[in-house]
């Protein structure tokens, strides 16, 4: 078993890299001709800022990074769509690589490393080529604006991967070049779009459930520089002023305050219930998908529909809460793991589906982050059921839940 697991730790990652590439390809390579559509033409075809990097220095923007990649492709391709398609590509094909890497490094933290290496192999490779092909990644892959999450998806998850990195065990020490580097790409991914807020919320999750009790205090310092880039996002909205802005880097956040005033928080939290079931409805089963879905908006919380969401989203959420404790006290590695994956899904949902209203409730590129959680959460259970007895393990916790 050792020599597999070994093996399996030699030519995972390029075996992950290579199903990576082709997948990609091979779902993708027809959509390199499709044309500008919909909001491209005001983020790309008529964005003036664009036409010279000159107006991106000094940084400013609250999505200056996604913006600064339309400019270097305008740079590149002028007004071809076929090089932005590429680099949307190329941006899924490493995220899908950072879906492996993430699930691995977890998978060796000390409340994770009790999951046989060739399973945990396995578990990282599935998540990662299910994200990678599955159809509700679409609209981030080939909608040519909505880079702005595939690329905030690409910081987010690197951060977290370079953070696994970092830290080499349970007591609280880090390895400095990784953990530094950590950091910077946190700070990118909150200047690339505003779903990475929940990032140092995800780190420090994963901090308080997988590496034991260990130094607090240390630990609590290394959090500290990721707590700090919370402000980021908030101070830029709060200091913006209309005309101190950067063209259409301007007009998203004017346009983001005036949703904020113009649309019910109430409502729209109460319909983001049925818009998550929605969402679980997709992950699970990907058929009528649409671009732009007709979704009522609910006025009440005691409308049968957004009661019964909420009725199964809270029972999922505190599921799963109940499965973390109950398996870190088992020590049952599956459980920490398919709890891990729901939470996730849940935090990095929460920006977009919660009380910030967003003019439109619904679209399928916000899935994007949060199906990473939402696929480990399934091969996690899965491997539980039928890998656990083919290892020779014993049973974990889990059936005592039920």
């Known amino acids: ?202 780190i420090m999750l994963l901090e308080a459930t997988l590496f034991g009790k260990g130094d607090a205090r240390a630990r609590i310092k290394m959090i500290v520089p990721f707590a700090v880039t919370l402000l980021i996002i908030p101070l830029y909205f709060a200091l913006h002023k209309a005309e101190g802005g950067m063209g259409i880097s301007d007009s998203i956040v004017t346009l983001q305050k005036m949703e904020l005033s113009g649309l019910s928080r109430y409502e729209y939290a109460i319909t983001q219930f049925r818009v998550i079931v929605k969402y679980l409805r997709l992950l699970a089963l990907p058929y009528e998908q649409n671009l732009l879905y007709e979704m009522k908006t609910y006025k009440s919380f005691f409308a049968p529909g957004v009661m019964a969401s909420f009725v199964f989203l809270l029972s999922v959420f505190v599921f799963s809460v109940f499965t973390l404790f109950r398996s870190l006290k088992g020590k049952s590695a599956y459980g920490v793991l398919f709890a891990i994956g729901v939470l996730w899904f849940f935090l990095t949902l929460s920006i977009e589906s919660s009380l910030i209203p967003i003019r439109d409730v619904i679209f399928e590129h916000r899935l994007y982050l949060p199906s990473v959680g939402a696929f480990l959460a399934f091969f996690s259970a899965f491997f539980y059921f039928f890998g656990s007895k083919s290892e020779g393990r014993a049973a974990p916790v889990i059936p005592s839940l039920f």
């Open 1 to 202: 078993m050792h020599g597999q697991g070994g093996r399996a730790s030699l030519y995972g990652p390029f075996a992950a890299l290579a199903i990576a590439i082709i997948s990609v390809a091979l779902v993708y390579s027809n959509t390199l001709d499709s044309p500008f559509l919909f909001d491209d033409e005001i983020y790309i075809v008529n964005n003036e800022v664009l036409r010279s990097l000159a107006n991106f220095w000094p940084p400013t923007g609250s999505r200056y990074i996604g913006n600064l990649s339309f400019a270097l492709n305008y740079r590149l391709h002028l007004l071809d769509p076929r090089g932005y398609h590429l680099v949307n590509i190329v941006i899924h094909i490493i995220n899908s690589f950072l879906v492996y890497a993430l699930v691995r490094l977890l998978t060796k933290t000390p409340a994770l490393e009790a999951i046989p290496r060739a399973s945990a192999e396995a578990i990282a490779i599935l998540t990662s080529l299910v994200f990678a092909v599955h159809p509700v990644q679409t609209e981030s892959v080939t909608y040519i604006t909505q880079r702005y999450a595939s690329l905030a998806a690409l910081f987010y998850l690197a951060s977290v991967v370079f953070y696994l990195k970092a830290r080499p065990g349970a007591r609280a020490v880090v390895r400095k070049l990784p953990y530094v580097i950590s950091i910077i790409l946190a700070v990118f991914a909150m200047r690339t779009k505003e779903i990475s807020f929940t990032l140092p919320l995800a």
